[in-house]
């Protein structure tokens, strides 16, 4: 067995410990109700390279978390309406205070505007539901890291490189971006378009919107992608395990559940979406427990829909194309490796090329600017 066969088999092993113990461990701390926090974030935590997290991100997550939560806690009893309206102000509250973060935090943007309306989906929703969340994902991290920790052999690599620093912006500029405010209209409007629409569960449709649509079209494709194919495998570990073994979730079920989605992305190449799978079976499982016969179809088909609302609104105001930026950029560049600001549009724009037919004519055209043997 090689290196990477036994790397795999410790990062399922280490995922199904730090999942089965974070539920175990918030039951017994009566966080019950809360336990599926610990449990996505335990395993989400555990990187498949078992390389360290940087030290700030113990606590930029809790506080984040904390923020989100209590931000939606804080405004849900003041705001008198349907649900339509109360997700709306939410929203744009939210999406507005994550834009007036540092862009070197862009990574956290989403999840504040994520959390921020989990409250509004509970009707008894309060102050100390919030605070056991909080505290389950205190659990789910320190259970998942320590758990890394341990599993973790010499050989493994270090730290990984900090992506490239782009040019920061200022807050009147963060706030003159269109994309931005695009984004908000669009989030805010994303449940009512649902329930137009007939959607089961529209609240899918907000959060393919808030997760999914960025500034440029291959950037969003790059996210839909990533969120069909995770959403799809990752609900067929909790379909299995739950036919098999019946809808009383335990610890040794979670395990199954959570380690058997990573063996699974695992043994069909899918590692890239890995993070997007665990989110996936993590809700359907541990958050719905009983998994009823409408669940797992109309989860994908309202995650579908919103897959489309987020590329409509791409497409059709202000559409920006990575691909064109990245060959404008890279029209008068000497052969050489890739400046920052061109590393950090390359994904979006090869995306953008498999849309297109383009994949070969754009490796082609990254070749040449690169030089022989120069890598992206």
């Known amino acids: 067995m090689n290196g990477d066969a036994r790397r795999s088999l410790r990062l399922v092993l280490c995922i199904a410990l730090a999942s089965g113990l974070s539920w175990a461990i918030c039951h017994a701390l009566g966080l019950g109700s809360a336990a599926p926090y610990g449990v996505v974030v335990a395993a989400l935590i555990v990187r498949p390279r078992f390389d360290a997290w940087p030290r700030p991100v113990f606590v930029l997550l809790p506080l984040v978390v904390g923020l989100g939560l209590g931000l939606g806690t804080l405004l849900q009893p003041l705001i008198d309406g349907p649900e339509v309206w109360q997700f709306a102000v939410v929203t744009a509250c939210a999406q507005i205070l994550a834009q007036a973060l540092p862009d070197r935090l862009l990574a956290v ?5 994520v959390l921020a309306v989990l409250p509004l989906m509970a009707a008894s929703a309060d102050a100390l539901t919030s605070w056991h969340q909080l505290l389950a994902v205190l659990c789910g991290l320190a259970t998942g890291s ?104 335990g610890a040794v079920t979670v395990a199954l559940v959570m380690g058997g989605t990573a063996a699974l992305m695992l043994a069909l190449g899918q590692v890239d979406h890995l993070r997007t799978a665990l989110i996936s079976s993590g809700v359907t499982f541990v958050g719905y427990g009983a998994l009823s016969g409408w669940y797992i179809p109309h989860r ?23 691909l064109a930026r990245f ?18 549009l390359l994904p979006s724009a090869l995306e953008e090329a498999r849309m297109l037919g383009l994949e070969r004519q754009f490796q082609a055209d990254l070749e040449q600017i690169l030089g022989p043997g120069g890598k992206a």
Not at 306 to 313: R, S, T, W, Y
Not at 329 to 341: E, F, I, R, S, T
């Open 327 to 344: 060959r404008q950029l890279a029209a008068d560049l000497p052969v050489g490796p890739l400046p920052p600001q061109l590393t950090a």
């Open 300 to 322: 994908w088909l309202d995650y579908l829909l919103g897959c489309g609302l987020a590329l409509l609104a791409c497409a059709a105001v202000r559409p920006f194309s990575a």
């Open 109 to 113: 943007r989403n999840i504040l505007a």
């Open 146 to 249: 320590l758990l890394q920790a341990a599993l973790r052999l010499p050989g493994d690599p270090g730290a990984p490189e900090p992506p490239p620093a782009l040019p920061a912006r200022s807050l009147a500029q963060r706030f003159r971006d269109p994309y931005f405010w695009r984004k908000l209209i669009v989030a805010s409007l994303a449940l009512s378009v649902g329930m137009g629409l007939g959607a089961v569960t529209p609240k899918y449709l907000y959060f393919g919107v808030v997760l999914l649509l960025n500034d440029s079209l291959g950037a969003t494709l790059l996210r839909v992608r990533d969120r069909m194919v995770g959403v799809s495998l990752g609900v067929l570990m909790p379909w299995l395990v739950f036919n098999c073994f019946g809808s009383g979730s």
